[in-house]
């Protein structure tokens, strides 16, 4: 089983800002392989199935139903799974202010770089191994504070940058189910 968790924060008011680009992602892979619905069960939302030529192998979309800096929790059931590697079988993705609009950088492993919900994962998980994809949002611009700037809306310009990104990002996920993270980020990394 593969799981591919997209992290943001619950809630219509929260939905078109930069700090929601992980659930972005996942709606775009749910979208291309045509798997259900995300369903609410607990403290996130999943939609899973099998993506073609995977041979049957299952995927679970996950979407924490948590704020950001808590998302960590939505996953910490994985560490206890039978058969689940967390270095191999889970890729986060994550908004990063430390990247432009519309560059991307996949790892197999890192720090949390001052991203609350990466760091609520390594956390939950009690590992920094796990890969992980960031999509740039931008820089802060000065003076105002990191939390104001991840929980607004990207201008229309951004968001399109953004969103024109996401077929790239589903051939990026692809790459690291279909050959691990070290092709992805041959893939991904621009």
């Keep these: 089983m593969k799981v591919i968790c997209g992290l943001g924060n ?9 700090h929601n680009v992980g659930w972005w ?3 775009a892979l749910r979208r291309a392989w045509d798997f259900p619905a995300f369903r609410a ?12 030529g995977r041979g049957g192998e299952p995927i679970v979309l996950v ?21 689940f590697e967390v270095a191999g079988d889970l890729l986060v993705v994550a908004d ?12 197999p492993a890192g720090s949390a770089g001052g991203h609350n919900g990466l760091a609520s994962v390594e956390a939950a998980l009690g590992t920094r191994a796990y890969a992980r994809l960031r999509v740039g949002v931008g820089a802060k611009p000065p003076g105002e504070s990191l ?10 310009e951004d968001e399109e940058t ?16 279909d050959q691990g993270a070290e092709a992805a980020m041959q893939h991904c990394n621009r």
């Design 41 to 52: 069960k607990g403290i996130a939302r999943f939609s899973d199935g099998a993506r073609a």
């Design 25 to 27: 992602v996942v709606e």
């Design 162 to 177: 953004v969103l024109d990104l996401l077929p790239e990002l589903v051939a990026c996920v692809e790459t690291w189910l």
């Design 147 to 156: 939390s104001d700037w991840v929980l607004s809306p990207m201008p229309p």
């Design 63 to 83: 979407e924490p139903l948590t704020y950001m800096n808590r998302s960590g929790t939505a996953l910490a059931p994985l560490a206890r799974l039978e058969g």
């Design 96 to 107: 990063d202010v430390n990247l432009a609009v519309g560059r991307t950088r996949l790892r």
């Design 10 to 18: 619950p809630g219509p008011e929260y939905e078109a800002t930069r």
